[in-house]
């Protein structure tokens, strides 16, 4: 049942429209790929946009989560809090793993859908039959081209793994992290090379045209995060401005101070001491090298004072 | 809840690629080579990789004489053959057949020991989904990549004149070659027909027919004169083997067909994937009659006397009067494992059919029944 509607409702509308991409696109499989990816960015580009614009308020709404934190002891209590919290500052929790949750049942579906239209043996395109729609325009096209600048699209290539893992990394370095929290800074630092690694892993057994989807979407990523947070590493500016939250409701929480030099984003009116912790992962490196533990030092101070 | 973004992200695409890696397997070649009979010899294969030799005597299987290969023998340990699809090549003394892996394997008919394979010394482009064409001590295949190659059938070395490396034609050789008059019949998945000489692969024809209407996975001689062209794009050619033009408008049928046809001088007996079953006239151009199957047919059916019997992917077995159509029983079920792919054989007054779990069926037309054939083990 769930792979009769996974089937309708994802990989058969998925394989008619690579199929579609390939024919439109010179016959090419492996542009048909990209063409699909900056298709999906774009459909999703709204949800992307609320997701930086949700973590960028969850992340500034950190110092009341800790104060709340610190103040409550009973779990039950303190999530009460948290949530009257969000809800005051117009902050939903889940708002930020949207576009992520998305990528997921994308990325199952193409899985399957590359190989469905690239079939490995002649019972695999066989088996395509029935997923292309009764138009002659896609019946004709098949069987497919499956090579792309020298790569068989239906197998790993290691050109590509290395890519999947640099593309992750830079998109990685690029997203904006703020925290104030020094073990979660430890842990997001440590995912930016765990996260590239694990993946390249995967590229390992994953057919080469997945792994181009998961390169030009980090691509695409990384053009985000420029955009949107500027890349001062480069002396790139943000180019537009995200949606400011509504003042978290405990206006005696201190905000965390900013991260090194990140440059505040346009529209902010509070100026570089509001951009509480808004770094890149490039820039919160460098603290890390540098001021990062003084300056979590400071952050606790009042804490530590209010409690007492 | 987000706290921890970074770890859901990983978490989640650890549980992605578990799943993708664990539902990684859809598509292994499995093959549908037919099984071919001689008087007294089945040779089949039982799974992907292995050929067997059964003796038959009054319709029932003797003995298992060999198998091929025998991973006991150092030359034969590490042949590796993935499937192979097209069928095989019955010579006096020897046996040929190719592999999806892209070699061509000759094996002595007597005791099914390998005398040559093009492992290790032809690297060919593609797989090969085709059977062989054997003619004048050369065997011809082409691949999936479009490659065209011409090898002796006494040593597996190129045959000469032809190039060693093949003679490129657009993408996909995957219909088995034939012969007619020293001209060989090539059809490409890109929806060409070549005729080309088999004496050094020179066009023969002024031009190449292009359906216009998608792949060609199967290419058919329906007598001497006539080219049977199915394509996936749900339209059946009928051409004329000396010019290449079409004999008759094309025919369309209710989705791909991928199958021969069963002829008997007058109908070409096919189902497509919808599992529309069409008894074509050659004469007119038109179905004499159709019926309809329960699955998708990608098996050729076979002439049993005045029935011609189907077995669709279900499988179910289903038999028609092969001049009205008119069906004989009901659809039988009886077949319990595996499907069918490989076409149907007839022989001395039954269909035999090979399902992929490697079992073999005879359907009997007289009482529309269909009985397992029990296999006897390996001989000591």
Not at chain 2, 25 to 51: R, V
Not at chain 2, 76 to 101: R, T
Not at chain 2, 347 to 374: F, K, M, N
Request: hydrophobic content about 40%; proline content about 7%.
């Amino acid at each position: 049942m769930i792979g009769t509607v996974f089937d309708l409702i994802l990989l058969n509308p998925m394989v008619n429209i690579l199929v579609v991409l390939t024919t439109v696109l010179f016959g090419s499989f492996g542009l048909a790929i990209i063409g699909f990816t900056i298709l999906v960015r774009i459909a999703t580009f709204p949800l992307t946009l609320r997701q930086l614009n949700q973590t960028r308020a969850m992340q500034q709404l950190q110092p009341v989560v800790q104060e709340l934190q610190k103040k409550y002891s009973d779990p039950k209590r303190r999530q009460q809090e948290l949530m009257k919290a969000y809800k005051e500052a117009g902050v939903n929790p889940l708002g930020c793993i949207g576009p992520m949750l998305l990528q997921f049942p994308i990325l199952i579906a193409l899985f399957y859908a590359i190989r469905a239209v690239l079939p490995q043996s002649p019972e695999a395109l066989e088996g395509l039959s029935g997923r292309l729609y009764d138009i002659a325009f896609i019946q004709h096209a098949v069987p497919l081209e499956e090579h792309f600048l020298g790569m068989d699209l239906r197998s790993p290539n290691l050109v590509m793994v290395v890519l999947v893992g640099l593309t992750t990394w830079a998109q990685m370095k690029t997203t904006v992290m703020y925290t104030t929290d020094d073990r979660m800074k430890m842990q997001q630092k440590m995912m930016t090379w765990m996260l590239p690694a694990m993946l390249a892993f995967f590229a390992l057994s994953f057919p080469s045209g997945l792994s181009l989807y998961w390169t030009v979407n980090s691509v695409v990523g990384v053009g985000f995060n420029i955009v949107t947070y500027g890349f001062p590493l480069l002396g790139i500016q943000p180019l537009v401005a995200l949606r400011q939250p509504k003042q978290p409701p405990s206006g005696d929480a201190e905000q965390p101070e900013p991260s090194g030099d990140a440059e505040p984003p346009p529209g902010d009116q509070k100026g570089k001491k509001a951009k509480a912790g808004v770094a890149t992962s490039a820039q919160s490196d460098r603290q890390a090298r540098t001021t990062h533990g003084s300056r979590s030092n400071r952050n606790k101070r009042p804490n530590r004072r209010r409690r007492s | 809840m987000p706290r921890h973004p970074k770890k859901a992200l990983a978490f989640a695409i650890t549980a992605l690629a578990a799943l993708l890696v664990a539902c990684g397997d859809i598509a292994n070649p499995e093959g549908w080579a037919t099984p071919h009979f001689t008087n007294d010899t089945l040779y089949y294969f039982p799974d992907d990789d292995t050929l067997v030799a059964v003796t038959f005597d009054d319709d029932q299987p003797q003995t298992v004489t060999w198998g091929f290969p025998d991973t006991a023998i150092d030359a034969e340990a590490n042949l590796d053959i993935d499937a192979v699809y097209g069928d095989v090549v019955v010579d006096d003394d020897v046996i040929y057949f190719a592999g999806w892996e892209g070699h061509v394997y000759a094996v002595d008919r007597d005791s099914g020991r390998l005398l040559w394979t093009t492992r290790d010394r032809l690297d060919v482009e593609g797989s090969i989904v085709a059977g062989l064409l054997h003619h004048n001590n050369t065997l011809y295949f082409g691949t999936t990549e479009g490659f065209f190659y011409a090898l002796e059938d006494e040593t597996g070395a190129p045959a000469p004149g032809w190039r060693a490396d093949g003679i490129e034609f657009p993408k996909g050789l995957w219909a088995t070659p034939l012969l007619l008059d020293e001209t060989i019949y090539l059809a490409t998945m890109t929806g060409e027909v070549h005729a080309i000489s088999a004496e050094d692969g020179s066009p023969v024809w002024d031009a190449p027919f292009e359906s216009g209407t998608g792949a060609i996975p199967e290419l058919s001689l329906l007598n001497d004169e006539l080219l049977f062209v199915p394509t996936l794009g749900k339209t059946v050619y009928l051409l004329d083997a000396a010019t290449g033009q079409e004999e008759f408008p094309s025919f369309d049928t209710e989705d791909w067909v991928w199958t021969s046809p069963a002829f008997d001088g007058n109908y070409a007996y096919f189902g497509d994937f919808e599992g529309v079953i069409h008894a074509l006239d050659i004469t007119t151009g038109h179905d004499a009659w159709t019926a309809q199957a329960e699955d998708k047919v990608k098996a050729a059916p076979a002439i049993v006397d005045d029935v011609v019997v189907f077995a669709d992917r279900g499988p179910v077995v289903h038999f028609f009067d092969r001049e009205t159509g008119d069906r004989i029983g009901v659809p039988n079920h009886a077949i319990d494992s595996g499907t069918v792919r490989a076409d149907l054989v007839a022989r001395d007054g039954y269909a035999y059919i090979l399902t992929t779990s490697g079992d073999l069926w005879r359907a009997d037309p007289e009482t529309a029944t269909v009985q397992p054939v029990p296999m006897p083990g390996a001989a000591e």
